[in-house]
C-alpha cells in the first residue's frame, strides 16, 4: 500500500517506521525540514521497546501527495493547515491518529475520499532529528467516520496497518465514536491534571489525586451521551485508571507542552467537553475550569491570543 504519514513527529515517525518496515508499503514522511534531512541521509532510526532503522521517503511539502491512504498524525492545532496542503493530492482515504476531537470534521471538509477516525495508545518521542524512541507499547482503532467513512475502507486500512504488525482493532462507525470520546475522557482527564500539577500520570493513581478523575470522567460521560454515545460514566472512570496504570511512569503530552513552553491541545479535549456539553445545556464546571486554567497559561506565555 502507498501511504502517507502527514505529521512526521513523535508518533507519525514511529508508526511510519513500523509502516516502512516491510515490503508491503511504500511509505513517505511528511514533516519539517531537519528531521527529514536527516532521514534523507541516514534513514529513521526507532529505539526503545525494538530498535532498527528504516528508509522512508521524506518530504517537507505536503502539497500534490497522491497515496492509497494519508495518516494525519499533527498536533490536532495545525489539522486544518495540513488538511490545506493534503486537498491538493489524491488519496484513496484519510485517516487522523490524533487526539482530541473536531480531526475528522476538518479533514473531511477539505477531502473528497473516505475519512476515518483513530485513536492509538502506542507512546513516542522524537528525540533527535532521524531518531525516535518508541516508549509505549499499545494498539490502534479504526473506524468509518459517520458520513464519510464506510466499513470496507477501515478494514482495508486495518489489514494493512496488521500486515506491518501494528496492533489493530477496526470497529464500526458506532464504534469509533466510542474509542474516540473514550479517549477523549481519558485526555480530558489526565493531561491538564499532570500539566497543572506538575506529575507524571500514576500521580492520579493515588489520593489525592484519584479525587479528580471521577468528575472529569462524568462530565465526558454526560457529554458524550447527549451527543448520542452510549458510554457509562463507570466505563469512563475504569478507562482512566487503566491508562493511569500502564502509563503511571510517563509524563502526559501536555505535561510535556507545559514544560516545553509550547501551545497545548487543551481546546480540542477539555475545550471540546465544555462546548458540546454547553449545546446539550450541560453543566461541566470541572471541564470549564481546567480548559480556562491551561488558556490563561497559554496565553500568558504569548501561545494564544487573550481572547481566543
Ligand atoms: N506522541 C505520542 O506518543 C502520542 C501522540 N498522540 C497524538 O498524536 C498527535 C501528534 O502528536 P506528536 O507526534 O506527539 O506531536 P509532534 O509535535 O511530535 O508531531 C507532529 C509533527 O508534525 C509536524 N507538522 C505540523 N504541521 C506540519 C506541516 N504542515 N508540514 C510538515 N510537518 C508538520 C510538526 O512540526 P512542528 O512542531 O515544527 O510544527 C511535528 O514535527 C497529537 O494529537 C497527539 O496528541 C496520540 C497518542 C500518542
Ligand atoms: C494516554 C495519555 C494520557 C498518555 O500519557 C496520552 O494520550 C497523552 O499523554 O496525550
Not at 158 to 179: H, K, N, P, Q, S
Not at 261 to 288: K, L, Q, S
Amino acid at each position: 500500500m502507498e501511504i502517507v504519514v502527514f505529521g512526521a513527529g513523535s508518533i507519525g515517525s514511529l508508526l511510519g517506521a513500523l509502516l516502512a518496515r516491510v515490503p508491503d508499503h511504500d511509505v513517505t514522511l511528511v514533516g519539517r525540514g531537519p528531521h527529514v534531512s536527516a532521514i534523507r541521509r541516514r534513514g529513521l532510526r526507532v529505539e526503545g521497546i525494538e530498535s532498527f532503522t528504516v528508509e522512508p521517503q521524506a518530504t517537507t511539502d505536503g502539497t500534490d501527495l497522491a497515496a492509497d491512504l494519508v495518516l494525519v498524525t499533527v498536533k490536532a492545532y495545525d489539522t486544518e493547515a495540513a488538511a490545506r496542503e493534503l486537498r491538493t493530492g489524491e488519496f484513496d482515504a484519510v485517516c487522523s491518529l490524533q487526539n482530541g476531537m473536531g480531526n475528522e470534521e476538518t479533514l473531511a471538509g477539505y477531502l473528497d475520499c473516505p475519512v476515518l477516525g483513530g485513536t492509538t495508545s502506542y507512546g513516542a518521542v522524537r528525540t533527535d532529528s532521524g531518531e525516535v524512541v518508541w516508549n509505549g507499547a499499545g494498539e490502534i482503532a479504526v473506524g468509518p467516520w459517520a458520513p464519510r467513512g464506510d466499513d470496507e475502507t477501515a478494514a482495508t486500512v486495518g489489514a494493512a496497518m496488521t500486515a506491518a504488525g501494528l496492533e489493530v482493532d477496526v470497529v464500526d462507525g458506532a464504534g469509533i465514536r466510542r474509542r474516540l470520546w473514550e479517549k477523549l475522557a481519558v485526555n480530558a482527564a489526565i493531561n491538564p491534571t499532570t500539566a497543572l500539577a506538575r506529575v507524571e500520570n500514576g500521580a492520579l493513581g493515588d489520593e489525592p489525586g484519584t479525587d479528580l478523575v471521577e468528575p472529569i470522567a462524568r462530565e465526558v460521560g454526560a457529554t458524550a451521551r447527549a451527543e448520542g454515545v452510549t458510554l457509562s460514566d463507570e466505563a469512563l472512570v475504569d478507562a482512566v485508571g487503566e491508562v493511569v496504570t500502564a502509563t503511571a511512569e510517563n509524563e502526559s503530552s501536555m505535561y510535556a507542552d507545559v514544560q516545553a513552553a509550547r501551545r497545548t491541545e487543551i481546546d480540542v479535549i477539555n475545550g471540546y467537553v465544555v462546548e458540546r456539553a454547553r449545546e446539550h445545556g450541560i453543566d461541566v464546571p470541572t471541564n470549564r475550569t481546567l480548559w480556562t486554567l491551561l488558556r490563561a497559561w497559554e496565553a500568558e506565555r504569548g501561545l494564544r491570543a487573550i481572547d481566543a
